[in-house]
């Protein structure tokens, strides 16, 4: 404890080190790697990040009928790599810095190419 | 050995017969036991024990099995190998006999879990998933 | 007893266990209770007794062997309570998706009332995770949501 | 006298994972233990063989959130072994770094837990408000917290460029600043020194025959240190491994309050010979033939094996962890010790249950 006591002064003279979150938000670092945005215009539904997922957050799904692929993405699977945002040949994938936020029900994002 | 790269058939296999007596050499060097490695392969259990010198070197000593013969353990030698052992045993189903420490294939499995998990082909009574 | 329920909803106590998973949630929720991001602030408090707890805080895809543990510490917490997934190996099994000894997500064993993304959970979402727990406490205390009756 | 026995576990406050210890004690008196583990296995090797062998980049790294990068690391220079990728310098250079700091911030949440297992809270929250710098540099480089995504095969992903280097030095020298205020705590301070000193013995000729590795290893007086095999680039800076004699717990947490101090110049000296260049090489071949290889994380020596076949799937990955063979030690350290030194002792391996159960 006696060593431990200089410290102990120095901190209650140092002020409060405490980010005071949800009334203060910090900016997160530019390069923070967090949520994956997409981009529905942009994409080709190549399968590319279909295929690279190592968690399964991206799946496609092919209607031979309708000549159509339909895309889901599980952000409640996703673990934030960011392998399909460095893949995707158009940029239609991104990944952004804004934190999710919490939920109560798990919602698979789904899109379906024309 | 080198760092990385092993070539493969750069050792000879020996028997399980003679496993104890060639790990005892060993440990009366001063060698330790760092891991072993199982591999199922077709009709047979490839595995591979590796041992530490005080140098640091590898020595690995190779053994292959066929899926229901009995390997001894080298527990009673070298007893930090009994962990791996009882991996082994409950991962692949090999038949490793005089366990320092028998955990009965519930160290890291439990009764409900997929047994024998890391066989290229299960046998076909256990079902994946376990049952509720 | 208008003084207790409101008591729970300002100090609520948290529960932390870990089901599995790969310890990054772990170390980010004991982050959430260390200097930088306090959550103490809410008069929240982590302890080792599901009998003392409200919130209970799981990350990690559920396996075989911790199931049980799960569910006993879920009926061993007292009425009402809250169930918070952190990380996305708690909401779906994330990338132990194809793991053999995983059951991928908590509510496949406990009914889960708040989701935290995130892989691993950032502090803040954690805390804002936690502040939204705070708010189905408080309706689960006023009797605006019928408790959890459980999956068994 | 009556022998009662009790678990400690699998969820317990001082541990943040589940492992269960069965305690068999007389009065105060521990003289039996039996690890109880299998609550977090996953079955990750199984997993790994299902995927295809860049994905198990990330499978790997999430085997333990604290090393994750290490895990990663291993991985990776496995893969390029058995490929014969020469990976850029400045890609080396850059895995030594973020190595390094990830090393830095597995000590600090140690040094931290070990504080709060024997009730010291306030030394806890000075070691985890330090902690929090180097959190701060790894996501500003690499881009998340705890788990950096930042190794791929072949080289790294990201970069520390020019506008971030002097941004890294500056928390660098705040945080050497914070670990001079800790240092004389953990080193001299009363309370810590009764709580650790000739708790847990583990003797020099024990240590080795047991199989422990890492600082576990080192305290017991063996210079041994995966580093000095030179992967990355450790065979060009200046590297020793760091030795104490003691075999106890203080011994134990002295090697790794020394490796802070250490793992800090390596950061620093990697960044000044840091070579300008690419960032990454292309792969395009599949893995063939056997590999294995030994890396140093915070815990200790972490071998990987592998055996490739010439396609995109491995035919096995066998991960032997470092807390899987430092396990084995807590039968012998923790028989004959008190019920209160548990935690401390069971905390001293530094056990990483994640880690251990795949």
Not at chain 2, 63 to 84: T, Y
Not at chain 2, 102 to 117: E, N, V
Not at chain 3, 3 to 32: M, Q
Not at chain 3, 79 to 97: E, L, N, R, S, Y
Request: aromatic share 8%; net charge negative; with cysteine.
């Amino acid at each position: 404890m006696p060593v431990m006591s200089t410290n102990l002064i120095k901190n209650f003279f140092s002020g409060p080190a405490t980010r005071p979150y949800p009334v203060v938000k910090r900016e997160p670092f530019p390069r923070a790697r967090v949520r994956l945005v997409y981009d529905p215009d942009k994409c080709t539904y190549c399968g590319i990040c279909a295929n690279i997922c190592p968690a399964a957050a991206i799946t496609m799904e092919e209607d031979r009928e309708n000549l159509r692929i339909s895309r889901h993405y599980d952000s409640f699977a996703c673990i934030s790599c960011g392998r399909c945002a460095e893949l995707c040949p158009q940029a239609a994938l991104l990944m952004a810095v804004r934190t999710h936020e919490p939920s109560d029900a798990k919602v698979v994002e789904h899109s379906t190419s024309r | 050995m080198q760092q990385v790269r092993v070539d493969r058939g750069a050792d000879a296999f020996i028997s399980p017969g003679a496993l104890l007596k060639e790990v005892e050499l060993l440990a009366s060097e001063g060698v330790r036991f760092t891991t072993m490695v199982c591999l199922d392969v077709d009709q047979e259990f490839e595995i591979i024990y590796l041992f530490q010198r005080l140098t640091l070197d590898m020595v690995r000593i190779r053994v292959r099995i066929s899926k229901d013969e009995e390997l001894p353990s080298i527990s009673s030698i070298l007893l930090d190998a009994v962990l791996m052992e009882n991996e082994i045993k409950e991962f692949f189903g090999v038949r490793i006999t005089n366990l320092a420490i028998d955990f009965q294939c519930r160290m890291l499995l439990s009764a409900k879990s997929p047994q024998t998990p890391l066989l290229k082909v299960r046998p076909q009574s256990q079902s994946l998933g376990g049952g509720e | 007893m208008g003084f207790l329920k409101r008591a729970r909803v300002k100090s609520p106590w948290i529960l932390h266990y870990c089901t599995g998973g790969c310890n990054g949630c772990d170390i980010e929720i004991l982050a959430c209770l260390t200097p930088l991001y306090d959550v103490e602030r809410f008069g929240m408090l982590n302890i080792g007794n599901p009998k003392h707890a409200d919130i209970l805080l799981i990350t990690g895809p559920v396996n075989w062997k911790n199931r049980d543990v799960l569910k006993r510490l879920y009926d061993q917490t007292p009425d009402p309570k809250v169930v918070v997934a952190v990380g996305v190996c708690a909401a779906t099994g994330g990338v132990f998706h194809n793991c053999v000894n995983t059951l991928g997500g908590v509510d496949k064993v406990i009914p889960v009332d708040v989701y935290v993304r995130g892989c691993a959970a950032r502090p803040e979402a954690i805390i804002d995770g936690v502040v939204l727990a705070l708010q189905k406490l408080e309706q689960k205390n006023s009797g605006g949501v019928a408790y959890a009756t459980g999956t068994r | 006298m009556a022998r009662v026995t009790f678990p400690f576990g699998p969820q317990h406050p001082v541990l943040p994972e589940a492992i269960q210890l069965q305690l068999t004690c007389e009065d105060e008196r521990v003289v039996e233990v039996l690890p109880v583990i299998g609550y977090m296995h996953r079955g990750i090797e199984k997993a790994a063989e299902a995927n295809l062998f860049p994905n198990n980049i990330f499978l790997c790294e999430r085997i333990c959130g604290i090393c994750s990068f290490i895990h990663a690391l291993c991985y990776c220079e496995l893969m390029e072994g058995m490929m014969d990728v020469e990976v850029p310098p400045r890609a080396k250079h850059l895995r030594v770094v973020w190595s390094e700091l990830s090393r830095i911030h597995s000590h600090m949440l140690w040094l931290g837990l070990l504080a709060d297992s024997f009730g010291f809270e306030s030394l806890f929250m000075q070691c985890w408000r330090a902690r929090e710098i180097i959190l701060d540099t790894l996501e500003m480089t690499t881009g998340q917290r705890v788990i950096q995504s930042s190794c791929v095969i072949g080289g790294v992903r990201r970069d520390i460029n020019e506008d971030q280097e002097p941004d890294v030095r500056r928390k660098m020298d705040a945080f050497r600043k914070e670990i001079n205020a800790i240092y004389p705590v953990f080193a001299k301070d009363y309370t810590v020194k009764s709580r650790t000193v000739g708790k847990g013995i583990l003797p020099k000729e024990q240590a080795w025959s047991l199989g422990t590795v890492g600082p576990t290893l080192r305290g017991s007086g063996w210079d041994y240190d995966a580093r000095t095999l030179g992967y990355a680039v450790y065979d060009d800076l200046g590297f020793e491994p760091i030795v104490e004699d003691g075999c106890d717990s203080y011994a134990r947490m002295m090697v790794r309050l020394h490796e802070v101090v250490q793992s800090l110049e390596l950061v620093i000296q990697a960044l000044d010979r840091m070579p300008k260049g690419d960032l990454a090489v292309t792969v395009k071949t599949f893995p063939e033939g056997e590999g294995l290889i030994r890396v140093e994380q915070p815990r200790g020596e972490l071998v990987e094996y592998a055996r490739g076949n010439g396609t995109a799937y491995l035919e096995r990955l066998k991960i032997r962890t470092p807390t899987f063979s430092n396990i084995p030690a807590l039968l012998v350290m923790l028989p004959g010790c008190e019920l209160a030194d548990v935690p401390v002792i069971t905390m001293s391996i530094d056990p990483c249950i994640a880690c251990t159960e795949r």
